[in-house]
């Protein structure tokens, strides 16, 4: 299984924003989703659409190699954020996080 807050840019993270986000089955290869700012922008676009206002990115102020963040929601215990070196891949990190398929014991268990 792929650590999602971990994955790298390139191929396989542009395919599950493909299907995912975008709910279209690549044939060969996908846009680079995962490496271009403005297909991320169009990435980060849709998220804010589906989750409302409740995504925030930017850069850290950290001089680390991941400088920039992206994070859904603002509730300490609750919200997901990643860390990323660029700004696309920080979004389809995140996009990839809250969009993945729920797995049955995560829909048992809902109210």
């Known amino acids: 299984m792929v650590d999602l807050y971990r994955i790298e840019a390139g191929p396989e993270l542009d395919r599950i924003i493909h299907e995912r986000v975008f709910h279209q089955i690549p044939e060969d290869s996908c846009p680079g989703y995962s490496t271009s700012r403005e297909l991320a922008q ?13 995504v925030v990115t930017g850069r850290t102020r950290s001089n680390r190699a991941k400088r920039y963040f992206a994070r859904y929601g603002s509730d300490p215990s609750t919200s997901t954020e990643v860390l990323a070196e660029t700004f696309a891949l920080a979004v389809c990190r995140l996009a990839a996080i809250r969009l993945r398929p729920r797995r049955s014991s995560d829909r048992d268990h809902q109210p």
């Open 42 to 54: 169009r990435v980060l676009r849709h998220l804010i659409d589906r989750f409302d206002s409740s």
